[in-house]
């Protein structure tokens, strides 16, 4: 799996997916190139379906920046691209125990 976040480039690999099918959970993780995208949904494909998405701690960075993920070029708000280091941290915690991880900020959204 790390290998696999590792290779996101931004480009040709700019997504990659984890899911917990039974719990109805999944970490998506998109971009690449030291700027990821990192979004957790929880009761996935039902009415209470919920999205968290992991957020740099303490950035109150205003604007936007294009990154794609999933295939389409998108703009995502600057608190919301992180780092390598947080994407890895997210992407582990979930694979381990399919819950956000605790060690930095996660901004809900409706």
């Known amino acids: ?5 590792r290779r996101l480039d931004g480009a040709e690999f700019n997504d990659l997916y984890l899911e917990r099918l039974r719990e ?11 700027r990821y995208h990192v979004m957790l949904t929880e009761n996935a494909q039902t ?10 701690r303490g950035e109150s960075e205003v604007g ?3 990154l794609t ?3 389409q070029s998108g703009r995502f708000p600057l608190r919301h691209i992180v780092s390598l280091e947080i994407a890895l941290d997210a ?20």
């Open 64 to 66: 936007d920046e294009e």
């Open 1 to 5: 799996m790390e290998e696999s976040l």
């Open 47 to 56: 009415e209470d379906e919920s999205w968290r998405v992991a957020e740099r």
């Open 91 to 110: 992407a582990r915690v979930f694979y381990e125990t399919g819950s956000a991880a605790s060690s930095f900020t996660w901004d809900e959204t409706p």
């Open 24 to 34: 109805r959970k999944w970490l998506s993780v998109g971009g690449g190139d030291g």
């Open 69 to 71: 993920v999933g295939g």
